[in-house]
């Protein structure tokens, strides 16, 4: 799945940086207002010299069709583009497309490659996609260790479903000594974010923790919750 608030969001956050650009910001506020005719009419120009910001641009209108007929092909082309000069949200996006094959003959090692690279620059769907990735062998050699590393960073930047799989991980002991606290931690994380599953994972986990395991859960909770 595309992330397309996220770009949205870094979008707004290059026309504030861009501010001696007009041309980026017209096509900006073009953008916010649905006219999107005159925002590929602006950024097309500036991605074709290079503008990282307009590059993605492109890539979520051809993405989603916004403006243009929707072409996977072109928006990897677009997100190509400015993964290469290293943002974040492009290379996410492309390890989207590729583990996917949309517009692209699939190629899982492609897509790992583009997700590993999103995740080390902490984007937290690529941490968790490339910790699927892991845990299922899938263009990447299988490895739980890794698997959970991945889910740990994405659930530490409150992804919601990472913290789920990791209440589930520890409390069924998969690739690591089952811990009824921990699952109790990551479960309650997700279960504050409003995840049902997560919810009820816990009323059962809290009928098998002992008063001491309860207690011990509930103190790693409130000092998560102290971190800024």
């Known amino acids: ?47 074709e010299a290079g503008h990282v910001g307009a590059q993605v641009g492109l890539g ?43 517009g692209v003959v699939r190629d899982p090692v492609e897509g790992a490659k583009w997700y590993k690279m999103a995740a080390a620059q902490g984007v937290p769907e690529a941490q968790f996609n490339l910790g699927t990735m892991y845990e299922n062998g899938e263009g990447v050699a299988e490895s739980h260790v890794e698997a959970l590393r991945w889910y740990e960073q994405a659930g530490a930047r409150g992804l919601v479903v990472a913290q789920a799989a990791l209440g589930s991980i520890y409390s069924g002991g998969v690739g690591v000594p089952k811990n009824y606290v921990t699952a109790y931690l990551w479960w309650s994380l997700a279960e504050s974010q409003g995840h049902k599953i997560a919810e009820k994972n816990l009323e059962i986990l809290i009928s098998q923790m002992t008063a001491a395991e309860k207690e011990e859960g509930d103190a790693l909770v409130k000092n998560w919750r102290r971190k800024p």
Do not use: H, P
């Not at 026309?15 to 097309?44: I, P, T, V």
């Open 1 to 47: 799945m595309y992330n397309v608030f996220a770009l949205f969001l870094m979008l707004i956050c290059y026309s504030a940086m861009s501010s001696a650009s007009a041309d980026f910001d017209g096509g900006m506020a073009a953008f916010q207002q649905g006219s999107y005719d005159a925002a590929l009419k602006e950024w097309r120009l500036l991605a």
């Open 60 to 102: 979520l209108m051809y993405a989603t069709g916004k403006g243009v007929l929707a072409d996977d092909t072109e928006a990897e082309k677009w997100y190509r583009m400015a993964a290469e000069q290293g943002n974040a949200l492009a290379q996410y996006n492309l390890g989207v497309i590729y583990r996917n094959g949309r």
